[in-house]
């Protein structure tokens, strides 16, 4: 039931499917919302965040093309699940978190479930260490009011960005930037909402 409600809502891509079906869902919602978890809707973690609707975790998976060699840049861990998505899909996944509670919580639930290729960091997704190098895609699980030129320089040729651009309080729009050997180009995908995209380290726990 839960692969065929993404596939009526548009969901192709065999390996996506297959992946969002394989994925335990329900390990990375809170314990109270565990009957909830395949449930096509948004639904509340630790911190203030949430972890995105399954259509959305599809949809932006699907978007990205993924390839098993491709090294993967997500902004925004939240419960780890998207990662664990794209994990199954990549060669490997770097994952950021600004809260230093859901970084702690997602690293170790990771690690339990057997999501060894996923590296998460606490850190400033809006800051990343050079060190980190570039990446094939990168997914921005958070709202941007603009993509900063910064994170699109991150991005190897032919590399895929796909983010919810807009204002942080309102409906964003997701947008998919491709870098080419004359620069970027833009695609603006569908609307949505997530929480916002901060710069720097959350005070708070």
Same mark, same amino acid.
């Given at each position: 039931?839960? !692969?065929? +409600? /993404?596939?009526?809502?548009?969901?192709?891509?065999?390996?996506?499917?297959? *992946?969002?079906?394989?994925?335990?869902?329900?390990?990375?919602?809170?314990?109270?919302?565990?009957?909830?978890?395949?449930?096509?809707?948004?639904?509340?973690?630790?911190?203030?965040?949430?972890?995105? !609707?399954?259509?959305?975790? &599809?949809?932006? *998976?699907?978007? /990205?093309?993924?390839?098993? !060699?491709?090294?993967?840049?997500? #902004?925004? +861990?939240?419960?780890?699940?998207?990662? &664990?998505?794209?994990?199954?899909?990549?060669?490997?996944?770097? *994952?950021?978190?600004?809260?230093?509670? /859901?970084?702690? #919580?997602?690293?170790?639930?990771?690690?339990?479930?057997?999501?060894?290729?996923?590296?998460?960091?606490?850190?400033?997704?809006?800051?990343?260490?050079?060190?980190?190098?570039?990446?094939?895609?990168?997914?921005? +699980?958070? &709202?941007?009011?603009?993509?900063?030129?910064? /994170?699109? @320089?991150?991005?190897?040729?032919?590399?895929? %960005?796909?983010?919810?651009?807009?204002?942080?309080?309102?409906? !964003?729009?997701?947008?998919?930037?491709?870098?080419?050997?004359?620069?970027?180009?833009?695609?603006? %995908?569908?609307?949505?909402?997530?929480?916002?995209?901060?710069?720097?380290?959350?005070? @708070?726990?």
């Amino acid at each position: 039931m839960f !692969q065929l +409600t /993404l596939r009526r809502r548009g969901i192709s891509d065999q390996a996506v499917l297959r *992946t969002m079906e394989e994925v335990p869902r329900e390990h990375f919602v809170a314990a109270g919302d565990r009957d909830h978890a395949y449930r096509d809707s948004a639904l509340g973690i630790a911190c203030g965040q949430t972890i995105s !609707q399954p259509f959305v975790v &599809a949809y932006m *998976t699907e978007q /990205l093309h993924l390839q098993k !060699q491709h090294k993967v840049l997500e #902004i925004g +861990t939240g419960s780890g699940y998207q990662a &664990a998505v794209l994990s199954r899909l990549c060669a490997h996944v770097l *994952t950021i978190e600004r809260y230093r509670t /859901l970084a702690d #919580i997602a690293r170790d639930r990771l690690e339990a479930l057997g999501y060894f290729n996923v590296e998460v960091m606490f850190g400033d997704g809006f800051d990343i260490p050079p060190g980190a190098g570039d990446f094939d895609r990168i997914i921005v +699980t958070a &709202a941007m009011e603009q993509i900063p030129e910064k /994170l699109l @320089e991150r991005l190897l040729p032919g590399g895929i %960005l796909i983010a919810p651009v807009g204002p942080h309080h309102g409906t !964003q729009t997701l947008v998919r930037v491709t870098r080419t050997d004359g620069g970027f180009e833009r695609k603006e %995908l569908v609307d949505v909402r997530f929480v916002p995209a901060l710069p720097g380290i959350a005070r @708070e726990l």
